[in-house]
């Protein structure tokens, strides 16, 4: 039996997660440098052609909200929130697995919050039949990635919670953060 197949379905569930949001964040980051590119485009074009990128103000906040919301899952499975370690520093490996349990269900909460209402908004966006007012982008593409990122979000927060209660319960496992 490899290594792998020995591991319990959550531990699986943590490792399809880290696998997931890293191919979210390197996603964000193409978006991120298209948002670059485009913007790059069309400062350099508008001084010598006197052409512009139609609808640049658009795509810019598309591809950087999207960058954005792609990028929180894999900040949830890095550990790469803010967080003030002096105040844990004194607690024992247990307490500080809890107290890492319990911010991590606190940012999953934080998290379902922003997707449910955003949600909520996209749908009657949607309905609506909105778009963007320069070149006519449906609010659609907006919301697709804030709530597919949300999602992820929650579900890699609430991975941690688990590892982090296993590691509080059982004092096996460990609180430090993931190493990449």
Do not use: H
């Not at 979210?24 to 052409?51: C, H, Q």
């Not at 979000?153 to 919670?161: D, K, M, P, R, T």
Request: glycine share 8%.
């Amino acid at each position: 039996m490899t290594v792998a197949a020995a591991r319990p379905l959550p531990l699986k569930l943590v490792a399809w997660a880290e696998a997931v949001t890293r191919y979210a964040a390197w996603f964000a980051m193409a978006l991120l440098f298209v948002a670059i590119a485009v913007t790059i485009v069309d400062v350099s074009t508008r001084r010598t052609i006197g052409w512009s990128v139609p609808g640049l103000v658009d795509l810019t906040q598309l591809f950087v909200m999207s960058f954005v919301y792609f990028s929180i899952p894999f900040g949830f499975m890095r550990e790469a929130n803010v967080s003030v370690d002096f105040l844990t520093d004194r607690l024992p490996r247990r307490g500080v697995a809890l107290v890492k349990a319990v911010c991590a269900l606190l940012g999953a909460a934080f998290m379902l919050g922003i997707t449910y209402y955003s949600w909520i908004r996209a749908m009657q966006q949607v309905e609506n039949g909105d778009a963007s007012q320069t070149i006519g982008i449906p609010f659609a593409w907006y919301w697709g990635p804030l709530l597919i990122g949300g999602g992820l979000s929650v579900i890699a927060a609430l991975l941690q919670a688990w590892r982090y209660l296993w590691a509080a319960a059982t004092g096996r496992g460990d609180a430090a953060p993931p190493q990449y």
